[in-house]
């Protein structure tokens, strides 16, 4: 079974190696043009993580109030 897996990932490594990469970019000899991202405006996307940041943590929050709050109604 040893073996098995020993050649499988082989395999799978020798067809890593000789895989060439895949650019967004075309070179020279293709009729295609390179790749031009569209400009969006999100260069800077650190607003959106610390947003996420707050909605998490407000959620968490919301939830804890919610449980403690059932805890003493039950009661």
Do not use: C, R
């Given at each position: 079974?040893?073996?098995?897996?020993?050649?499988?990932?082989?395999?799978?490594?020798?067809?890593a190696?000789?895989?060439?990469?895949?650019?967004?970019?075309?070179?020279?000899?293709?009729?295609?043009?390179?790749?031009?991202?569209?400009?969006?405006?999100?260069?800077?996307?650190?607003?959106?993580?610390i947003?996420?940041?707050v909605?998490?943590?407000?959620?968490?929050?919301?939830?804890?109030?919610?449980?403690?709050?059932?805890?003493?109604?039950?009661?």
């Amino acid at each position: 079974m040893k073996n098995i897996y020993k050649s499988a990932l082989l395999v799978v490594t020798i067809f890593a190696l000789n895989v060439e990469n895949v650019l967004a970019d075309s070179n020279q000899y293709t009729p295609y043009k390179p790749h031009e991202p569209i400009d969006t405006g999100l260069e800077n996307s650190s607003i959106f993580y610390i947003t996420a940041l707050v909605l998490f943590v407000l959620g968490l929050a919301t939830l804890s109030t919610a449980k403690t709050l059932k805890g003493k109604l039950s009661k």
